[in-house]
């Protein structure tokens, strides 16, 4: 029944591992983002795809990749974790739109993730 | 500075207390979005909004266009209510929706 879900919730590695993190939505959404939150509680986008493709990529490090194998999964790879990456990571949905208000996201949990 | 900013940063009221929270944006926006942070962590969306004013339960969210202003208010407010609120503008860039979030503030509501 969940609407976007995400794996891990919590996620603890050692500086320099690769790690991923799966996002899946079942809401029938063409848009899905990445978000980071720091430790501020700030929310940043990093990532938005809109049926499988790339359109928005904020100035993110080339150590985080994202693939979409189709439009309900959005998955998130980093390769070399930094401490600095230490952040909670949202996934979220939206319908598409071009135009007119932007649509409401939906979000999934979060995953923590600690890099020591 | 941020595009969009957020007053106050902390908030602590007394159950039953009127609270406003209060949004400002330098950017044009297609929408204004209102999103509500529990202390587990997860976000929820509360409002979206282009004009006007919107009331859902004891939330009701307003906003100015033209003075770039949206406010988040509660009545009778509840400790339930104790989160994480955070303002985000929406718009296009690419032809595609972006949002940009606020820095949020936190409010605790005491018994």
């Known amino acids: 029944d969940t609407a976007v879900s995400q794996t891990p919730k919590y996620l603890v590695t050692q500086m320099g591992n690769d790690k991923s993190i799966k996002c899946e939505q079942n809401l029938g959404h063409d848009t899905m983002y990445w978000y980071k939150q720091d430790s501020k509680k700030f929310l940043k986008i990093m990532f938005s795809?809109?049926?499988?493709?790339?359109?928005i990529n904020e100035t993110v490090p080339n150590r985080f990749s994202p693939k979409s194998p189709d439009k309900a999964h959005l998955n998130l790879h980093i390769n070399s974790l930094e401490l600095g990456d230490s952040a909670v990571y949202f996934c979220a949905s939206s319908p598409q739109s071009t135009s007119g208000p932007t649509n409401e996201q939906f979000f999934g949990p979060g995953t923590r993730l600690t890099v020591l | 500075k941020n595009e969009v900013e957020q007053s106050p940063q902390n908030l602590t009221a007394q159950e039953g207390e009127f609270i406003t929270i209060n949004c400002s944006y330098s950017v044009g926006i297609s929408a204004l979005h209102w999103l509500q942070q529990h202390p587990g962590g997860g976000i929820v969306s509360l409002f979206m909004l282009s004009s006007g004013k919107k009331k859902h339960g004891r939330l009701i969210a307003t906003i100015n266009i033209q003075e770039k202003h949206s406010s988040l208010h509660i009545t009778a407010s509840h400790p339930r209510d104790s989160a994480v609120y955070i303002c985000a503008a929406g718009r296009y860039s690419g032809g595609y929706q972006k949002v940009t979030f606020g820095t949020g503030t936190k409010l605790q509501v005491i018994p």
């Open positions: 795809y809109n049926n499988k493709e790339l359109i």
